[in-house]
């Protein structure tokens, strides 16, 4: 049967902006009877830098393959290199080919027969890929035993997938009884019904908590049709049954260093995994298939290791402890998993880092002066009983229909007044501003630190004598200067500070204040009076000269329930009415640096 379509709004806008004559692979998920086109790899003209597309799979999330090619200008020569990957191809017998021309009009066709035929398509927003999909994502600690030479490694990594896969291992289901069983007899469901979807498993998970629309037990109450910001992760967790194997028991054994096993001379070692993979799948899929997607997650996740460590071997002549990073890089709209050492025994700027990071840039077809796959990129996922909001503003309706939009790039955490048990209401404001801003530099993989408190805010204040020692445990309000100091100190950012003698000025910034968002990306504090807030975004028409800010504001005193913070306006478009025409504004513009 010929599939449907679908192509991600990120493809198409990757898409325009490919400039050179190129060819790339396609990767998406099959569905129900519909391709989705999540991404694609750009090859290289240059032989030693081409990544086999057989390894790039690797690195997508499970149940997300090689689909097609995409062609950059003529492509005289689709039909014989659709024949050369068709054997790759597993989730569908019609390999898609999408060509863009010279004029930068898109084609989609199906491989079919041996011959190309036009297909049309559907473009899907990020929002419909966070409602209709879901990730499952297991976490487990492995061994492998082996010899340091590239023989034993490989030899070594294939048996432990193939014990893996032989089903002597089973999966339980984070917070619940659940228990996904392997076997000869093929996958068996403990705790629930084979037939039970994945979304109805993740409710299980959440049924005794607030399900952020302001009810209890995953009933939604909200009149709002709410646009999802994140995809819903089930968290999973690995059991080993019980074997009279040695090396089974092994399996369940954590380390955190690679050691020598000298006993008898055998000369082997010892790797500790730290496994860490994420499988994509339709919200229907039923439980009873989650089984032997979960056991081919770990062996990608298994063949990405063995390749670090072959690549490790060749370059250090040893090979150290690593784990999975999950990057969801801003534009690319899907998640791509690299292994790296952990730690810092392979600091960021070493060469070998710095090389894999450059190939990776030149694939996707990214800025070199901005990071993408640093180990500070790694994806963020919510922990234990974290209830922060992320990006509450994609369920934002703007205002002007002839306005140009230019909001916030990347990802970001609502930081608001109460929060973390702490009273700060009635002064905190700029300090949760900071807090927010701090975040997104953290989420974009500018830091790896963690967000500081108001006692760590103060303390610096004090000890770089900005402020006096009784600073400290005050309740004293701090400034745009001060955010655009603790920026520099928390991040190491530099910020530009734009100055307004009065709120009726700020509609004379629309051009600057756009210009800011579609260069630099990052949320700005503002403050004035008594009061900050943080700007994620203008929206401006400049024949009209009308504005509207979007307005984050850290003044919510509330639980983090994006149904509340939306409706009651905590987050939403403001007209140039919303600041007092008799105070002035001071705004922390913080500045991306250049990080590859």
Same mark, same amino acid.
């Given at each position: 049967?010929?599939?449907?379509?679908?192509?991600?709004?990120?493809?198409?806008?990757?898409?325009?902006?490919?400039?050179?004559?190129?060819?790339?692979?396609?990767?998406?998920?099959?569905?129900?009877?519909?391709?989705?086109?999540?991404?694609?790899?750009?090859?290289?003209?240059?032989?030693?830098?081409?990544?086999?597309?057989?390894?790039?799979?690797?690195?997508?999330?499970?149940?997300?393959?090689? %689909?097609?090619?995409?062609?950059?200008?003529?492509?005289?020569?689709?039909?014989?290199?659709?024949?050369?990957?068709?054997?790759?191809?597993?989730?569908?017998?019609?390999?898609?080919?999408?060509? %863009?021309?010279?004029?930068?009009?898109?084609?989609?066709?199906?491989?079919?027969?041996?011959?190309?035929?036009?297909?049309?398509?559907?473009?899907?927003?990020?929002?419909?890929?966070?409602?209709?999909?879901?990730?499952?994502?297991?976490?487990?600690?492995?061994?492998?035993?082996?010899?340091?030479?590239?023989?034993?490694?490989?030899?070594?990594?294939?048996?432990?997938?193939?014990?893996?896969?032989?089903?002597?291992?089973?999966?339980?289901?984070?917070?619940?009884?659940?228990?996904?069983?392997?076997?000869?007899?093929?996958?068996?469901?403990?705790?629930?019904?084979?037939?039970?979807?994945?979304?109805?498993?993740?409710?299980?998970?959440?049924?005794?908590?607030?399900?952020?629309?302001?009810?209890?037990?995953?009933?939604?109450?909200?009149?709002?049709?709410?646009?999802?910001?994140?995809?819903?992760?089930?968290?999973?967790?690995?059991?080993?049954?019980?074997?009279?194997?040695?090396?089974?028991?092994?399996?369940?054994?954590?380390?955190?260093?690679?050691?020598?096993?000298?006993?008898?001379?055998?000369?082997?070692?010892?790797?500790?995994?730290?496994?860490?993979?994420?499988?994509m799948l339709h919200k229907e899929t039923k439980s009873l298939l989650c089984y032997d997607v979960l056991v081919e997650?770990?062996?990608?996740?298994?063949?990405?290791?063995?390749?670090?460590?072959?690549?490790?071997?060749?370059?250090?002549?040893?090979?150290?402890?690593?784990?999975?990073?999950?990057?969801?890089?801003?534009?690319?709209?899907?998640?791509?998993?690299?292994?790296?050492?952990?730690?810092?025994?392979?600091?960021?700027?070493?060469?070998?880092?710095?090389?894999?990071?450059?190939?990776?840039?030149?694939?996707?077809?990214?800025?070199?002066?901005?990071?993408?796959?640093?180990?500070?990129?790694?994806?963020?996922?919510?922990?234990?009983?974290?209830?922060?909001?992320?990006?509450?503003?994609?369920?934002?309706?703007?205002?002007?229909?002839?306005?140009?939009?230019?909001?916030?790039?990347?990802?970001?955490?609502?930081?608001?007044?109460?929060?973390?048990?702490?009273?700060?209401?009635?002064?905190? %404001?700029?300090?949760?501003?900071?807090?927010?801003?701090?975040?997104?530099?953290?989420?974009?993989?500018?830091?790896?630190?963690?967000?500081?408190?108001?006692?760590?805010?103060?303390?610096?204040?004090?000890?770089?004598?900005?402020?006096?020692?009784?600073?400290?445990?005050?309740?004293?309000?701090?400034?745009?200067?001060?955010?655009?100091? %603790?920026?520099?100190?928390?991040?190491?950012?530099?910020?530009?500070?734009?100055?307004?003698?009065?709120?009726?000025?700020?509609?004379?910034?629309?051009?600057?204040?756009?210009?800011?968002?579609?260069?630099?990306?990052?949320?700005?504090?503002?403050?004035?009076?008594?009061?900050?807030?943080?700007?994620?975004? $203008?929206?401006?028409?400049?024949?009209?000269?009308?504005?509207?800010?979007?307005?984050?504001?850290?003044?919510?005193?509330? $639980?983090?329930?994006?149904?509340?913070?939306?409706?009651?306006?905590?987050?939403?478009?403001?007209?140039?009415?919303?600041?007092?025409?008799?105070?002035?504004?001071?705004?922390?513009?913080?500045?991306?640096?250049?990080?590859?």
């Amino acid at each position: 049967m010929t599939p449907k379509l679908k192509l991600s709004d990120f493809v198409l806008k990757r898409i325009a902006k490919v400039t050179a004559q190129c060819s790339g692979e396609l990767f998406g998920i099959m569905t129900q009877g519909t391709l989705t086109v999540l991404g694609f790899i750009l090859e290289s003209k240059e032989e030693s830098t081409t990544m086999n597309y057989r390894k790039a799979q690797n690195n997508f999330p499970t149940e997300v393959d090689l %689909c097609g090619l995409i062609k950059f200008g003529p492509c005289s020569d689709a039909e014989a290199h659709l024949g050369e990957i068709l054997q790759d191809v597993d989730i569908t017998d019609n390999p898609i080919l999408l060509n %863009c021309d010279a004029n930068g009009d898109l084609k989609a066709s199906l491989f079919k027969h041996g011959q190309l035929e036009a297909i049309s398509y559907e473009v899907i927003s990020e929002a419909d890929l966070f409602r209709d999909y879901m990730f499952l994502r297991l976490q487990c600690s492995l061994e492998l035993f082996c010899e340091l030479n590239e023989k034993s490694i490989a030899e070594n990594s294939f048996i432990l997938r193939k014990r893996l896969a032989s089903g002597n291992v089973a999966f339980s289901l984070a917070g619940t009884g659940v228990i996904l069983n392997g076997g000869s007899t093929g996958c068996q469901v403990v705790g629930a019904s084979g037939e039970d979807t994945v979304e109805s498993l993740n409710a299980l998970t959440v049924k005794t908590e607030d399900d952020g629309f302001g009810s209890k037990g995953g009933k939604k109450k909200s009149p709002l049709n709410l646009i999802p910001s994140e995809y819903q992760v089930l968290n999973i967790n690995m059991l080993v049954k019980k074997s009279k194997d040695t090396q089974d028991e092994r399996l369940r054994r954590e380390a955190c260093n690679v050691t020598i096993d000298s006993k008898n001379g055998c000369g082997k070692m010892r790797v500790p995994l730290q496994v860490d993979v994420l499988s994509m799948l339709h919200k229907e899929t039923k439980s009873l298939l989650c089984y032997d997607v979960l056991v081919e997650s770990i062996c990608r996740a298994l063949r990405l290791m063995e390749h670090s460590f072959l690549e490790q071997l060749d370059k250090f002549s040893q090979i150290y402890v690593s784990k999975c990073y999950h990057m969801y890089p801003d534009g690319l709209g899907h998640f791509w998993t690299c292994v790296y050492p952990v730690g810092d025994t392979v600091p960021e700027d070493d060469e070998f880092l710095l090389d894999k990071r450059r190939l990776l840039h030149q694939q996707f077809g990214v800025p070199a002066n901005r990071p993408y796959f640093r180990k500070a990129n790694g994806f963020r996922f919510k922990e234990g009983k974290s209830k922060l909001l992320f990006n509450p503003h994609v369920g934002v309706k703007r205002q002007l229909t002839d306005g140009k939009l230019s909001v916030v790039q990347g990802r970001y955490s609502y930081h608001h007044y109460m929060q973390d048990g702490f009273n700060d209401d009635g002064w905190g %404001c700029a300090y949760r501003s900071l807090q927010t801003l701090i975040s997104w530099f953290i989420y974009q993989g500018y830091a790896d630190v963690r967000i500081p408190s108001h006692d760590d805010i103060q303390k610096y204040l004090v000890r770089v004598g900005d402020k006096p020692a009784t600073f400290v445990g005050s309740r004293q309000w701090i400034g745009s200067t001060e955010v655009s100091m %603790c920026m520099n100190e928390f991040v190491k950012v530099d910020s530009k500070i734009m100055h307004v003698s009065s709120g009726a000025d700020l509609a004379m910034k629309g051009s600057e204040l756009a210009y800011h968002f579609e260069t630099q990306g990052t949320p700005i504090m503002i403050g004035g009076g008594v009061l900050a807030h943080t700007i994620l975004g $203008v929206d401006f028409d400049r024949n009209t000269g009308d504005l509207k800010f979007l307005i984050l504001d850290p003044h919510y005193t509330g $639980v983090d329930e994006v149904g509340t913070v939306l409706a009651k306006g905590w987050c939403g478009w403001k007209g140039i009415e919303f600041w007092d025409k008799k105070a002035y504004y001071n705004l922390c513009m913080p500045q991306r640096p250049y990080i590859f």
